[in-house]
């Protein structure tokens, strides 16, 4: 065609993939949109722990990065109902999957989750640091628990969109999606934990559950999308 | 190009809705799909699109283009829903569609002169009337290139000046070459359209 870019697809397709990520973005920061309850609960739980487990200040530091850690799991499975559902409502999801046939569809479940990650998942990870504060945690210990959860995370939104894909035509589906992503979420849960413990201590190592936890990930930024992809594509009615 | 549909059946929840459809549509021509309520008329819409599976026969694009190689890659759908979101204004809403569907067509200015939305670019969506927000969603299928155009009650909430400027929008659209499909029950103004009428006896 005369006026077609002769740019490579790759350029082009991350062009698209960016305007599909400010879109996110920019909805998830407007009214309605649900960036802040994520760390709303977050804080909420973390508040909450040291007056239910008490004064006891080696108990708390000792179980912080656990407390973090689940605080943080639970409250990113929070938001994750919304991810198709809104653009379903609005028809949105329709041209969504139109255009799957243009550029992979995959590839723009990838891109939700990376917006819907750093929209609602991210301001967590920020703020764990001074939860941790709360948690009575040596600063080594927040460092390490703050890395973990900025590489742990994006693997329970990635795992959580194959959830939400499944349940997206179901009315009240949050809790669906819950019970349904949280067992896949544990091996995440379990290494995410291990690793900031063997930050701080001296036996246990950090490296070795940090690299698997960094493997997850990566392995699930390539298999949720792709299972969300199957999901939406069969779930259109 | 031509849009094929052949023997084609449709499924709503296990029911079958319609079955033995076919026709077919070379460049420039249009389908007016009118029929009672039920009669199947958005099921074959969205089967056409691929959003839906075919429960029988096929839907083929015969001598589709390197930019539109399927039906899906091909084609604009307007369904009953709007797809722009209410908390973006109406120039992100259409900006993002232009971006993220290729083939850029109008500007998203021109777009909304065009459905006379000119000067509201700026207004967040959920602020349009009804037939304004379906006009804004008008001017999606402006702002990107499509040949074939799938219409489900594309004038659903418009006025009459608006109607007019949609027929005339779509006579446009036949004249560049293109192909529309449109499910409605009202008379859309397009010469020598094609007509085919569901919910009969077969």
């Known amino acids: 065609m005369a006026g077609r870019p002769e740019r490579g697809a790759w350029v082009q397709a991350s062009e698209i993939m960016l305007a599909l990520f400010l879109r996110d973005i920019r909805l998830s920061i407007r009214a309605g949109g649900g960036a802040l309850i994520g760390v709303i609960f977050f804080l909420a739980v973390i508040v909450t722990i040291p007056f239910g487990v008490g004064p006891d200040l080696n108990l708390l530091s000792r179980i912080g990065p656990a407390i973090l850690w689940i605080a943080a799991l639970l409250a990113c499975l929070l938001g994750l109902d919304r991810l198709f559902q809104a653009d379903r409502e609005d028809g949105s999801l329709d041209l969504l999957v139109l255009n799957g046939d243009r550029h992979m569809l995959a590839l723009t479940v990838l891109t939700k989750c990376l917006a819907h990650w750093t929209g609602s998942v991210l301001p967590l990870v920020v703020a764990a640091p001074l939860l941790g504060l709360f948690m009575n945690m040596e600063p080594l210990g927040i460092g390490a628990t703050a890395l973990t959860l900025l590489v742990g ?13 499944v349940a997206v035509a179901l009315p009240r589906g949050g809790l669906l999606i819950s019970v349904l992503v949280l067992p896949l979420t544990i091996p995440v849960l379990i290494f995410g934990v291990s690793a900031s413990y063997g930050a701080v201590a001296d036996p246990a190592p950090f490296l070795q559950p940090f690299l698997i936890l ?17 999901a939406l594509r069969h779930g259109t009615d | 190009m031509r849009l094929i549909a052949e023997n084609l059946g449709g499924e709503r929840g296990g029911e079958t ?11 420039g021509e249009a389908l007016i799909v009118t029929g009672p309520n039920g009669a199947g008329k958005s099921t074959l819409l969205r089967v056409v699109a691929g959003l839906l599976p075919a429960a029988r026969g096929k839907v083929l694009l015969d001598g589709g283009s390197e930019a539109f190689p399927t039906v899906a890659s091909a084609s604009h759908y307007l369904g009953h829903l709007n797809a722009m979101k209410t908390a973006l204004s109406v120039e992100e809403d259409l900006g993002f569609w232009r971006a993220f569907q290729g083939e850029p067509g109008l500007n998203v200015e021109e777009a909304l002169e065009t459905v006379a939305l000119g000067g509201l670019g700026h207004l967040p969506f959920g602020y349009l009337s009804t037939g304004q927000r379906r006009r804004a969603s008008i001017a999606r299928l402006l702002v990107s290139r499509r040949p074939v155009w ?9 006025d009459k000046a608006s109607e007019e400027r949609l027929a005339r929008l779509m006579r446009g659209h036949l ?8 499910a409605t029950h009202l008379p859309l103004g397009l010469e020598g359209a094609k007509a085919l009428r569901m919910g009969q006896v077969l």
């Open chain 2, 150 to 158: 799938l219409l489900d009650e594309p004038t659903a909430g418009l």
């Open chain 1, 214 to 230: 960094a493997a997850l990930t990566l392995f699930l930024a390539v298999l949720g999308p792709l299972a969300a992809a199957l």
């Open chain 2, 175 to 182: 004249q560049d070459g293109g192909i529309v499909v449109a």
């Open chain 1, 153 to 165: 995370t994006p693997a329970i939104t990635f795992i959580g969109a194959a959830g939400a894909a």
């Open chain 2, 17 to 27: 809705v319609f079955s033995n459809i076919g026709f077919a549509l070379e460049k």
